[in-house]
């Protein structure tokens, strides 16, 4: 007995008349496979979670003072627009989905999952930054692997949000051990 293999759509009669039914549902096809409103109410976390880390980047950016806080500060404000770019991402994907992106001041604190931090030396906003990008690293992991194959579009953007968070996170430990003399993580 032979499995038999999923059905793969190659009509391109039958994919035009579906995408000409289902206009107003945007960019979200019939053979989407998440439920969009659960991405949607994730993405707006992954965006509060970004606008959090540009403010404290910003803000570390131009309060660091101190021998070489130039060098640092210059790292934080290379930062801070990187991760404008992920909160210009995930707003983008939000609106593609069909929802608004919550940019509202009120709440944001509580929906991201970094901290937005109260560090006021050098070395503690390094370790701030460090701390919340190793939250971003950790939890982006996590939606790549909900988000699978499922909705393939939001799981290779938080992907490549990966990469440049785990950058950040190498810049932020490199700076604490230059900092401090000694590895913070050991390895």
Same mark, same amino acid.
């Given at each position: 007995?032979?499995?038999?293999?999923?059905?793969?759509?190659?009509?391109?009669?039958?994919?035009?008349?579906?995408?000409?039914?289902?206009?107003?549902?945007?960019?979200?096809?019939?053979? +989407? =496979?998440?439920?969009?409103?659960?991405?949607?109410? %994730?993405?707006? $976390?992954?965006? /509060?979670?970004? *606008?959090?880390?540009?403010?404290?980047?910003?803000?570390?950016?131009?309060?660091?003072?101190?021998?070489?806080?130039?060098?640092?500060?210059?790292?934080?404000?290379?930062?801070?627009?990187?991760?404008?770019?992920?909160?210009?991402?995930?707003?983008?994907?939000?609106?593609?989905?069909?929802?608004?992106?919550?940019?509202?001041?009120?709440?944001?604190?509580?929906?991201?999952?970094?901290? +937005? =931090?109260?560090?006021?030396?050098?070395?503690?906003? %390094?370790?701030? $930054?460090?701390? /919340?990008?190793? *939250?971003?690293?950790?939890?982006?992991?996590?939606?790549?692997?909900?988000?699978?194959?499922?909705?393939?579009?939001?799981?290779?953007?938080?992907?490549?949000?990966?990469?440049?968070?785990?950058?950040?996170?190498?810049?932020?430990?490199?700076?604490?051990?230059?900092?401090?003399?000694?590895?913070?993580?050991?390895?």
């Amino acid at each position: 007995m032979s499995v038999k293999e999923p059905a793969f759509l190659t009509d391109v009669q039958e994919l035009r008349r579906r995408s000409k039914l289902q206009l107003e549902e945007g960019a979200v096809t019939s053979n +989407y =496979g998440g439920d969009v409103e659960q991405t949607i109410a %994730i993405l707006q $976390n992954v965006l /509060a979670t970004e *606008i959090v880390c540009v403010l404290r980047y910003t803000m570390h950016a131009i309060a660091a003072n101190g021998i070489d806080s130039e060098a640092v500060k210059a790292e934080f404000a290379k930062h801070a627009s990187e991760e404008q770019l992920h909160m210009t991402k995930v707003a983008e994907r939000i609106n593609q989905l069909g929802g608004v992106p919550n940019f509202n001041p009120e709440g944001i604190t509580t929906r991201s999952a970094a901290e +937005y =931090g109260n560090a006021s030396q050098l070395i503690d906003m %390094i370790k701030e $930054n460090l701390v /919340a990008e190793r *939250i971003a690293v950790e939890h982006y992991r996590e939606l790549i692997r909900y988000f699978g194959d499922n909705d393939p579009t939001t799981r290779v953007m938080i992907e490549s949000i990966l990469t440049n968070e785990e950058e950040h996170a190498n810049d932020m430990h490199d700076l604490l051990v230059a900092h401090e003399g000694h590895p913070f993580i050991e390895k």
